[in-house]
């Protein structure tokens, strides 16, 4: 599974040319000091056995002790030959074949040589059998090569390794800091929160993006400025001259009366229409949030909105916990809905409380059996100004479902709309429990 975080993406990149470094400074070190070395090596070492394997007669100018002179210097190498069936020849048949050295001394010797390793109780140790020397084996111990000698160049590499990891990690958090806070502010500014401004760190490129962020802030801020200057003069400015045309028509003479009836009532459908907008447009202050009783909202929308014509049937959850929120605003979002499933249900409606099975989300739902909605427009019904399809009626302002996503989203929630399977339509809000 690809991995999308940055900072993992960084580390992942990071190994793979730590590993690809490390495996090019081993190549490196191999082939251009072991190899030369491990050839030089072989060469001194061909040289010391064509000594004992020099046979030849010695001729008058040679010295009579040139022979034992040649064995001596070779026991003082630690050099010695065994039979194949000796004893100590076991260890021979247990080492390591070394292809490489096998093919150097073959060249070196002139004639097929099987060069064998294994470690010795006090060294490793090169095993030799030579076709130019039947029945023998040569024993050379390599005092110089321990294994404790191994043992450094691999801790320090490892040490290496982990000091590189620790610093490109740290390194890459501290860079990655920045977008962890400009993250987390964005989140804030996605839930109707005004952030201070963030600091500028870090890279020019993440310092450009702090900068526009803050002022993408700035404009943001500016807005619900005048989104509240723009809520107090529809308050105010509109509604002030409707309250002048309803006391007029009021007073109209009785014989007026059917046309009075009318501008009333288109009266009242603008204070209603501009009530729904200050709901739509009203911010949240998260500050003032208390503890909300679902079951206690959800009862008393239900005696409110009902009555002789309309029977609510209530389904409360004993006992529920509580969430975090405004009281009034919640209490709207549920009355909307039922208001919503009176205008377009067929008279009966259900309330109902509970939470779910991990004991996160406390959910109120309201549930009729009107003709439902199809499929294909629930995705729309949230928006502003929509009302549905046909079969849901035309009435309203169109801001009653827009405003429940709106309260819903301001306070952490959700909102799920399904068409029962009896028919209708069954709206469900979920809250947060308090923690």
């Known amino acids: 599974m690809r991995s999308r975080s940055s900072f993992t993406q960084s580390i992942f990149i990071f190994l793979t040319l730590l590993i690809a470094s490390q495996v090019y400074s081993y190549y490196a070190v191999f082939n251009y000091a072991l190899m030369p070395s491990l050839q030089q090596f072989n060469k001194i070492l061909g040289h010391e056995i064509n000594l004992m394997l020099d046979d030849t007669e010695l001729s008058e100018d040679t010295l009579s002790m040139d022979r034992p002179l040649r064995r001596r210097v070779l026991e003082q190498l630690g050099v010695t030959i065994h039979a194949e069936d000796s004893p100590i020849a076991e260890e021979y048949h247990h080492a390591v074949v070394i292809d490489l050295m096998s093919e150097e001394m073959t060249h070196e010797l002139g004639s097929p040589t099987d060069v064998r390793m294994m470690l010795g109780s006090e060294s490793y140790v090169l095993w030799m059998k030579i076709d130019s020397l039947p029945g023998s084996l040569l024993r050379i111990p390599l005092s110089e090569l321990q294994e404790d000698d191994f043992t450094p160049l691999f801790r320090n590499s490892l040490i290496m390794a982990l000091l590189i990891i620790a610093g490109g990690w740290l390194f890459i958090r501290l860079q990655n800091r920045p977008l962890i806070a400009l993250e ?249 429990v308090i923690k």
């Open 184 to 432: 987390k502010a964005a989140k804030g500014v996605g839930r109707g929160e005004i952030p201070p401004p963030l600091p500028e760190k870090g890279a020019s490129e993440i310092r450009s993006v702090t900068r526009a962020f803050n002022q993408m802030s700035k404009g943001i801020q500016a807005l619900e400025e005048d989104r509240a200057l723009l809520m107090a003069g529809i308050s105010h400015d509109l509604r002030t001259p409707l309250t002048r045309i309803r006391l007029a028509t009021e007073m109209m003479s009785p014989e007026d009366s059917y046309l009075a009836e009318g501008i009333i009532s288109d009266t009242e459908e603008c204070n209603e229409i501009i009530s729904q907008f200050m709901d739509y447009l009203k911010p949240v202050n998260k500050q003032s949030f208390v503890s909300v009783d679902l079951n206690e909202i959800a009862n008393d929308v239900a005696s409110s909105e009902g009555g002789y014509e309309v029977q609510i049937e209530t389904k409360l959850q004993q006992p529920l916990r509580e969430t975090l929120g405004s009281p009034i605003a919640i209490k709207r979002a549920v009355s909307n809905l039922v208001v919503n499933a009176i205008r377009y249900g067929n008279g009966w409606i259900k309330v109902s409380t509970g939470i779910t099975a991990d004991n996160k989300l406390i959910w109120v739902s309201v549930e009729d059996n009107g003709p439902g909605i199809e499929q294909s427009q629930i995705s729309k019904l949230f928006e502003p100004f929509t009302r549905g399809d046909t079969a849901r009626g035309s009435e309203g302002t169109g801001l009653g479902l827009a405003i429940v996503k709106r309260i819903a989203s301001q306070h952490s929630g959700s909102v799920i709309v399904n068409n029962r399977s009896g028919g209708g339509l069954k709206v469900q809000i979920s809250f947060p």
